[in-house]
């Protein structure tokens, strides 16, 4: 990969993770999503496949400590979305799976509340994981052409 590309790809999982954001906060504002919009699962959402994928070029040229912050950052988002999801959509008894899940029809002033907690440290741990990715765009900026394809 280029350079270029690589800056891209980092802008392009941005933007996916920040209208991943978007629709957890539409389904707290009481609008309609459907389960399927927000994957719950951290290599299901297109952030996790660009990191899990293309994404590893990273590890060229920042320290394994650096991208598993990422990593744990973008768990963290996954497992306070689940609390969220748990909320609003009801598990079938004795089972796990997704697939067949229901929205409830009736939420709970408690539950509304404890929604939007969760939310706004869904937001607070967005930002730190938007904070490392622009730390990290910013770092690949500073690396020549000639260096950058000596990582590659």
């Not at 392009?12 to 504002?29: E, F, G, I, Y």
């Not at 067949?100 to 509304?112: P, V």
């Not at 440290?121 to 690396?143: D, F, P």
Request: proline share 1%.
């Amino acid at each position: 990969m280029e350079k270029i590309e690589v800056l891209q790809s980092i802008r392009a999982a941005r933007r996916a993770h920040t209208q991943w954001v978007d629709k957890a906060k539409s389904l707290v504002n009481g609008l309609s999503i459907k389960k399927e919009q927000i994957p719950l699962e951290v290599t299901e959402c297109e952030f996790g496949r660009w990191f899990y994928g293309d994404g590893q070029i990273l590890l060229s040229f920042f320290t394994e400590d650096a991208i598993e912050k990422l990593d744990n950052k973008h768990k963290e988002l996954h497992d306070i979305y689940m609390k969220i999801f748990k909320i609003y959509f009801s598990e079938p008894k004795g089972s796990f799976l997704f697939a067949f899940l229901k929205r409830k029809e009736t939420i709970t002033a408690q539950n509304e509340h404890h929604a939007l907690a969760y939310l706004r440290n869904l937001e607070e741990v967005s930002r730190e994981l938007i904070s490392y990715l622009n730390i990290i765009e910013k770092k690949l900026n500073t690396i020549d052409e000639v260096t950058f394809t000596k990582y590659v």
